[in-house]
């Protein structure tokens, strides 16, 4: 067995424990921060249980900075870092990175873009220089760039049938319009093949450097090593950032009513979203509309919906829903897949309960469970080091500091029934959302 993978093993038992073993205090999410010379935080959660540190190191070079004509630039070009740089060729990465087990890599979202690799602590600085030769020195050859554009054309191609991504795309393009978040990461087969190699340069010339960039250190690693390895590798990189071609998060028509979006294909079961535009992460509201998805929809087989139309009525195969807050706007979202023929009933049965709660709020003991559940089942999500990474780079890319952990539980511990009831008013808006249904729409027989 790979060494490194047997330290992993036992790792994810150790973290494992101790994230049974915490108080919901979630002590494990203690860093520190530092703020580094040319524009980059540092963030370092010290453990020495094991020779292992992961790292992740995000910049501001998302999908929500490439042009419209251009989707999935961002995506293509962290997908490149690795296939290329100017003392390094693919395959010699690839064989590096075998070595090391570290796994270097990247990948872009709808904000940020992020890289990634996870070493032993003796191959730290091997590891480390191989990072900073594909984050600072890439050369996107355009033999690996015609090699990579295939692999996402098939990917989309594959796609194009997947009830769950047809869903997604008509359902984001319907409520956020020409918004990045309205978007496919991976972009379009018209807009990848207009892609060239100087758009990737271009986009790395601007969006990579030291300004922006946040790097996260877990596990056997000091605050002052990890200083000195960034400041070794990465000092005096520097970005030349262009202007923005995003759209305003406010941008998309408005809406006075449910907007229904049909897409008929001959599948056995009918996916359905149905959500609407709605908070960011930041938003005051955040934590009362936490605790109220859960009893409403986002709570399991606890939670309203899904006893309703799952476990009373069997009209369901799946049922959640949830805030996708992102970072200046956001949704609320409803999932279901049911057969074609229950669509219409689940549809209707899941809109009585959101309008139940809206109406009539929450009881004493639904309140009490869900803070309950929130807060006790909260440090058990960060059972390896890769989650508390991303966790890490959450709360800094939000603008919360290290002691954001405690600061979360109290304030779900301080939601009112009041606030529950009034966020599910103000933030879910069923006269402006977006229902999206795909299926056998012959069997479906909708009637909305």
């Not at 962290?78 to 890599?105: Q, V």
């Not at 000092?235 to 009513?257: I, L, T, V, Y």
Request: with cysteine; aromatic share 8%; net charge positive.
């Amino acid at each position: 067995m790979n060494p490194l993978r047997s330290i992993f093993l036992a790792a994810g038992a150790i973290v494992i424990s101790l994230a049974v073993s915490l108080p919901a205090s979630a002590a494990v999410l203690t860093y520190d921060r530092e703020e580094l010379p040319g524009g980059a935080v540092l963030l370092v959660k010290e453990s020495h249980e094991l020779p292992i540190v992961t790292i992740r190191v995000s910049f501001p070079g998302g999908t929500r900075y490439e042009p419209l004509d251009k989707q999935g630039l961002a995506s293509l070009t962290a997908g490149m870092l690795t296939r290329g740089t100017r003392r390094r060729n693919a395959s010699t990465i690839e064989k590096l990175n075998d070595r090391t087990g570290g796994g270097a890599g990247a990948s872009a979202g709808r904000d940020f873009s992020t890289a990634s690799i996870r070493l032993l602590t003796r191959d730290l600085e091997r590891g480390m220089d191989l990072l900073a030769d594909i984050l600072r020195r890439p050369t996107f050859p355009r033999k690996e760039l015609g090699k990579m554009k295939t692999r996402t054309l098939g990917g989309l191609q594959r796609k194009k049938d997947r009830p769950g991504h047809l869903a997604d795309r008509a359902f984001r393009g319907r409520l956020f319009g020409s918004h990045p978040y309205g978007r496919q990461v991976e972009g379009t087969p018209e807009t990848i093949k207009k892609i060239r190699r100087r758009d990737l340069l271009k986009f790395h010339r601007q969006r990579y450097g030291m300004k922006g960039a946040i790097f996260i250190f877990v596990g056997d690693i000091s605050l002052a090593r990890a200083r000195g390895i960034v400041m070794g590798h990465f000092g005096g990189w520097r970005s030349r950032p262009g202007p923005s071609p995003a759209e305003p998060a406010g941008s998309g028509e408005a809406k006075d009513k449910m907007a229904i979006i049909k897409i008929d294909r001959p599948f056995k079961q009918a996916t359905v979203l149905l959500g609407n535009r709605s908070i960011s992460r930041r938003h005051k509201d955040f934590y009362a509309a936490r605790v109220m998805n859960y009893i409403l929809g986002g709570g399991s087989f606890e939670s309203r919906i899904t006893r309703n139309i799952r476990e009373e009525k069997g009209l369901v195969y799946s049922a959640y829903c949830y805030f996708a807050a992102g970072m200046d706007t956001g949704h609320w979202r409803l999932s279901l897949q049911t057969k074609n023929a229950s669509a219409n009933q689940a549809i209707a049965e899941s809109i009585v309960e959101i309008r139940k709660m809206q109406d009539e709020g929450v009881s004493d003991r639904e309140l009490s469970e869900a803070k309950a559940f929130i807060t006790g089942n909260f440090a058990t999500r960060f059972q390896s080091s890769s989650r508390i990474a991303e966790y890490i780079l959450a709360v800094e890319r939000l603008g919360f500091g290290p002691g954001y952990a405690d600061e979360y539980l109290d304030l779900i511990r301080a939601v009112t029934k009041e606030q529950v009831h009034e966020a599910a008013k103000k933030h879910i808006r069923l006269d402006e959302a977006v229902l999206t249904v795909v299926g056998n729409l012959d069997e479906a027989k909708l009637e909305y």
